[in-house]
């Protein structure tokens, strides 16, 4: 039952990578989605938070997404007089999303996944070499 349990608690690992994906791809998609009208808003950076949680049916320490918080750092601003959000000075406000750092959470993200497949095929052999021996 305990090698169940890991793969259980690799999964839902999985699963709130995915979230975290999501997540990215939407900031990377709006990096520069400003506002339409002069002192409205640009797009702000979604961040995931994550929380352990313990699923009542297995007793097992899972892993998801508690929710999506908006990232609070300064908005860049950007010279384009003739843009229709700008300011008086021709000052856009843009997203303060930073392509590089979304970039690097991605690949965390994706090495995150990676290791909990790599928990679950381990698992899944260990299982399988398990039957193995007990046919003999």
Same mark, same amino acid.
């Given at each position: 039952?305990?090698?169940? &349990?890991?793969?259980?608690?690799?999964?839902?690992?999985?699963? @709130?990578?995915?979230?975290?994906?999501?997540?990215?791809?939407?900031? *990377?998609?709006?990096?520069?989605?400003?506002?339409?009208?002069?002192?409205?808003?640009?797009?702000?950076? &979604?961040?995931?938070?994550?929380?352990?949680? *313990?699923?009542?049916?297995?007793?097992?320490?899972?892993?998801?997404?508690? &929710? /999506?918080?908006?990232? #609070?750092?300064?908005?860049?601003?950007?010279? #384009?007089?003739?843009?229709?959000?700008?300011?008086?000075?021709?000052?856009? &406000?843009?997203?303060?999303?930073?392509?590089? /750092?979304?970039? #690097?959470? #991605?690949?965390?993200?994706?090495?995150?996944?990676?290791?909990? /497949?790599?928990?679950?095929?381990?698992?899944? @052999?260990? *299982?399988?070499?398990?039957?193995? *021996?007990?046919?003999?």
């Amino acid at each position: 039952m305990d090698m169940m &349990k890991s793969m259980l608690i690799a999964a839902s690992g999985m699963r @709130a990578q995915s979230e975290r994906w999501r997540i990215i791809a939407e900031n *990377l998609a709006n990096a520069s989605s400003t506002g339409t009208k002069p002192g409205e808003e640009p797009y702000r950076r &979604k961040v995931p938070v994550f929380q352990s949680e *313990l699923d009542n049916a297995t007793r097992t320490e899972t892993i998801r997404v508690k &929710k /999506i918080v908006k990232d #609070m750092s300064p908005f860049r601003e950007q010279y #384009m007089p003739g843009h229709p959000a700008a300011d008086a000075r021709g000052y856009v &406000k843009m997203p303060n999303v930073n392509s590089l /750092i979304e970039m #690097m959470d #991605m690949r965390e993200a994706q090495r995150a996944y990676e290791a909990n /497949i790599n928990v679950i095929d381990n698992t899944r @052999a260990m *299982l399988s070499r398990t039957v193995d *021996l007990l046919r003999r």
